[in-house]
């Protein structure tokens, strides 16, 4: 937490050593976001309005805007193993313009399919390749979120080995649902196979319908500065 503070000191000082001035933004999110079959349309609905809602809660918009350097946002949903769809490609957040026209055009962002497993490996993947094309920023994170465990192709240990996630964080949003439900331990899951890299936490969704308050407090966790590192949050 100390080395990241320091690190986003220097950026907003203008401080930072040559070779790294050519930093864009001081984090790259992006925010993946769970269409499996598991997931029901009105439960997708309640996704992406939450997900639009809560990028323009009032705490959130703060954290975006809390240091000089902007956030640079991507965001895509997935399923299967071939089954992933950009919904925003990268923005630079550096206005709240900005900010509202992300959260505008991911409110009405329509679902792309609803007929394949969950490729939580696959979707890992395609999200550090997203990274590796984005902007130059300090510090890079992806939120994964689902309801499920991985259930078609390779595992997330198996994604991390393979792609480039050297310096990225992973974070999980574990929608929970009644264990007789998938027959799942999904939280116990996203805690040992999906949370990746220093200071990665988890939040817990209680269903869909506080799909947005959890991802308000993940977002207000990631995005402020000093927030980073603290101990995971449980419910």
């Known amino acids: 937490m100390r080395r ?13 050593a040559p070779q790294a001035r050519a930093v864009e933004c001081r984090l790259a999110l992006v925010l993946a976001l769970d269409v499996s079959s598991s997931v029901s349309a009105a439960e997708d609905g309640l996704q992406r309005r939450g997900m639009a809602a809560a990028l323009l809660a009032p705490e959130v918009e703060a954290a975006f805007f809390s240091a000089p350097a902007p956030v640079a946002l991507a965001v895509y949903e997935w399923s299967g193993r071939s089954n992933q769809k950009l919904l925003l490609d990268w923005v630079l957040i550096s206005t709240p313009a900005d900010l509202f026209a992300a959260a505008e055009r991911l409110g009405r962002s329509k679902r792309s399919t609803q007929e394949f497993p969950t490729a939580l490996g696959h979707a890992l993947g395609y999200g550090a390749t997203l990274l590796q094309r984005g902007p130059r920023c300090l510090f890079q994170t992806i939120d994964m979120s689902g309801d499920g465990v991985n259930n ?11 792609f480039p996630f050297a310096g ?11 264990i007789e439900t998938y027959g799942a331990d999904v939280v116990g899951y996203y805690r040992r196979e999906v ?13 869909y319908k506080d799909y947005e308050t959890a991802l308000r407090r993940k977002l207000e966790r990631e995005l402020a500065p000093m927030m980073t590192g ?6």
């Open 168 to 178: 990225v964080v992973v974070n999980g949003l574990v929608i929970k649902m009644p």
């Open 152 to 162: 078609e192709g390779f595992e997330p240990h198996q994604a991390y080995s393979a």
């Open 230 to 235: 603290m101990l995971e949050r449980t419910k």
């Open 195 to 207: 949370l990746h890299g220093p200071g990665a936490f988890l939040e817990i969704a209680d269903g």
């Open 4 to 16: 990241r503070a320091a690190a986003l000191a220097l950026l907003a000082a203008g401080l930072i």
